[in-house]
């Protein structure tokens, strides 16, 4: 019967007459071309289709999809293809028709550094020379040395603290609330001063870099580069990119999880990013607590690696879901526009500022809450037994707790403890190793729930809590039988 | 499968069957499922369209249109390629 329709009303094209048949039907406004709409039904677009059947009446939504259903007997193929083909060959048209091809200039050395990015030998060492200047030279050295140590010690230790102090003795009677402000855990004097002197340089520095490597286009070389790794671990090359800003702002990374295309990929993802993945505050942290022990840091990274690997794998191997495939345009290689770095820099650090900052403040609060009403002691003498159980000093609990609240307090509160003498270097190496497992730093347990939901956030961060200490464990009894000392 | 196609059947060959500097016109595209397929389409991998295969490990690389692309070997073995020299 529709056949016949199709033929009464001339068209030589069963798509065309299919579509305007469609959009006789559609009655609704969808805000976009009726045409549009009746081209998505088509294709079999769910978020349309669903949207058709509650706003049409019964009857005309019934039809319209026994059009879109007889239509598909007349092609072999799925018509999302027949409607690509004819787009792209109308595309094509316009496009041959509108240009002209010319020879290109000299590509020569781009299409060289290109190939070499893209080759499995030559890729590994640059690879491992973009780590080494972009993320242990300048994020490193210069944003978490050089920035860091003038901003503490110039701008919060010799100006702003004393500063904030004296204010504070002088008009704040209530010692309670001065401690609020400028106690040791004061909103400003650890709060501000985390956040701007310390974590703000580090993170500055980072995106930077980030943005300089992402505007490049190395990272779609990198993503083919590693997509057969990835694989085994449940994820496509393209997941490389969020952990790579995990090294920044595990956080942020967690945020950009949703450029992956499965939810399979995306909780895989967000669990090593948890787990694994040390940010770069963190970094800064465990590289100067390891800082003269090159052997303790060779196993700490192989700790941390090890454990991205397993957890990948079973991850992979326990979740279900849809395996990942892996398909990205490889954009040609230029040189880093200082426009566009500086543009994705500052809309980062902006991010950071609106959404991760006003979480550091709500932090330092929770913390004076939690000492004096003595919640705090109460975890920290829980903490302690775990702690005591992978054989470091009752005193590293302090630096655990504050671990949650933000990562790098808790390895800052190992580093005190290092400059006390208290811990061994094998010691050390269990600490950093069970740190940077340990629970993600609040802000990103938040995000963690915000954008896996409560279930998976909260499975996720119990098992990361049990899984630490049992590495942690794990590490401190093979080191001591095998005698070695780091 | 249309005739034309089994006639083309033996210069047809799938996209991870070309060697580096392989050239070929896409013939037609025979992805496992519904989602393979549209990804393939999203990138512009449609039939009458110019491949020219760049590399094959670790990863397939080709050049479509005036783009490269990098895709896995399943889904480089889901397009079939007429060779052309």
Redesign the interface.
Known sequence: MLRDFVKNIGYDDPLEASLSKIEGLLLSDYRISKRSVALLILQEDPDISEAVRNRESAESAKEIFAIAGELKTHYSYPLTYIITERRQREASRISSAATTVTKKGSLGIREAVSSAMMNPFIGGPILLAVMYYGLYKFVGNFGAGVLVDFLEDKVFDHYLNPLVAGLVDKYVPWAMLGDLIAGDYGVVTLGFRYAFAIIMPIVATFFLAFAVIEDSGYLPRLAMLVDQIFKKIGLSGRAVIPLVLGLGCSTMATMVTRTLPTKRERIIATLLLALAIPCSAQMGVILALLESRPLGLIVWLSVIMGVFLVVGYLASKIMPGELPSFYMEIPPLRFPQVSNVLRKTASRMKWYFLEVLPLFMFASVLIWIGKITGIFGFFVRILEHPVRWIGLPSEASVAFLFGFFRRDYGAAGLYDLKTEGLLTGNQLVVACVTLTLFLPCIAQLLMNIKERGMKIGIAMSAFILFFSFSIGWTVSILLSISGLSL | ??KQEKEDKKSVVPLSDLQPGGKGQIA??QAKG????????S??V????HVVL??R???Y?FKLGH??????K??ARSVYVKITK
Do not use: H, N, R
């Not at chain 2, 519904?34 to 389409?41: F, N, R, T, Y």
């Not at chain 2, 449609?46 to 369209?49: C, L, N, V």
């Not at chain 2, 783009?67 to 896995?72: E, L, N, P, R, V």
């Open positions: 499968m249309v037609y595209l519904k989602s393979q397929m549209q990804k393939l389409l990138i512009g449609i039939p009458g369209m760049v590399q490990f670790p990863s690389v783009t490269q692309f990098a895709i896995d399943e889904l």
